[in-house]
């Protein structure tokens, strides 16, 4: 369902979606980097795969799932971004 807005509304929350979506970027950035960089010295292994493999980038996947989930349910909203004044009737 589409929600009425204004053009301030709406610039506010392309801003909000955006930063939101730079935040949860950052998290999964961090969150391969970290691991891969963090776990290279072990030699531990799972499945005949590095530990810091299977951590940084199936983990980061399932991170980003969950943060997209996240975001869907209670950051984006859905509107029109066509401007109700200019209207599209030519």
Excluded at 9 to 33: G, P
Excluded at 58 to 75: N, Q, S, T, W
Aim: net charge negative; hydrophobic share 50%.
């Amino acid at each position: 369902m589409k929600v009425q807005v204004t053009r301030e509304q709406k610039d506010r929350q392309i801003r909000r979606e955006a930063r939101a979506t730079l935040i949860l970027f950052a998290i999964c950035f961090v969150w391969n980097v970290g691991f891969a960089y963090g776990l290279t010295g072990t030699d531990a292994r799972l499945f005949g795969l590095p530990l810091w493999w299977l951590i940084s980038t199936p983990g980061m996947f399932v991170i980003a799932v969950i943060g997209v989930v996240y975001l869907l349910r209670h950051v984006f909203t859905d509107f029109d971004l066509e401007d109700e004044e200019g209207g599209s009737d030519e």
